[in-house]
T-cell receptor, first 112, second 110 residues
Framework: KAGVTQTPRYLIKTRGQQVTLSCSPI?????VSWYQQTPGQGLQFLFE???????NKGNFPGRFSGRQFSNSRSEMNVSTLELGDSALYLC???????????FGDGTRLSIL | TQLLEQSPQFLSIQEGENLTVYCNSS?????LQWYRQEPGEGPVLLVT?????EVKKLKRLTFQFGDARKDSSLHITAAQPGDTGLYLC??????????FGPGTRLSVLP
């Protein structure tokens, strides 16, 4: 069974640009959650999508957004990038969102 | 939002030693998961504990859920270099999302 796939694995951007990250969940999983991981703040919840609807949202500014498609694949977008957005962005999927998460290996975003 | 604390923050030990890491919550939780994250990879689920006082074993790893459902511990017997990684605990935040602790970074030296 294929795991959670995140693309790209690495990304380098400059301040002010925008970026889109992609996540393909495990087949059959309908819940996709996004997390930001930094050395100082740890793993922080961004948002969760279920059946193409944002169901829960963490405490991040509106520059961070996402969406989910009918096949459960999800994208997150960060606009007007700031240096502090440099982080590992992790996607996790589960059947309905109330089970332990299955994580992808993340996208490491570096802002210059 | 429930808060999680983990201790110690860092731990460096020699191969063959035993160790225990802890996870504590500011309030009662219904279930708790332990994950291990290796460099360059995402966290991988090790175990879920649900019942107060529950003990689960996974080879050399022993997980315990506190009777009051506010804390948990992970004990590793005869640690090996392959146990090196970031150990994270996580709880269900009232059905809204999962809250993760800051993690314990374990280094097992050969």
């Amino acid at each position: 069974k294929a795991g959670v796939t995140q693309t790209p694995r690495y990304l380098i951007k400059t301040r002010g640009q925008q970026v889109t990250l992609s996540c393909s969940p495990i087949s059959g999983h309908r819940s996709v959650s996004w997390y930001q991981q930094t050395p100082g703040q740890g793993l922080q919840f961004l948002f969760e999508y279920f059946s193409e609807t944002q169901r829960n949202k963490g405490n991040f500014p509106g520059r961070f957004s996402g969406r989910q498609f009918s096949n459960s694949r999800s994208e997150m977008n960060v606009s007007t990038l700031e240096l502090g957005d440099s982080a590992l962005y992790l996607c996790a999927s589960s059947l309905t969102g109330f089970q332990p998460q299955h994580f992808g290996d993340g996208t490491r975003l570096s802002i210059l | 939002t429930q808060l999680l604390e983990q201790s110690p923050q860092f731990l460096s030990i020699q191969e063959g030693e035993n160790l225990t890491v802890y996870c504590n919550s500011s309030s009662v939780f219904s279930s708790l998961q332990w994950y291990r994250q290796e460099p360059g990879e995402g966290p991988v689920l090790l175990v879920t504990v649900v019942t107060g006082g529950e003990v689960k074993k996974l080879k050399r790893l022993t997980f315990q859920f506190g009777d009051a459902r506010k804390d948990s511990s992970l004990h590793i017997t005869a640690a090996q270099p392959g146990d090196t990684g970031l150990y994270l605990c996580a709880i269900d935040n009232y059905g809204q999302n999962f809250v993760f602790g800051p993690g314990t970074r374990l280094s097992v030296l050969p």
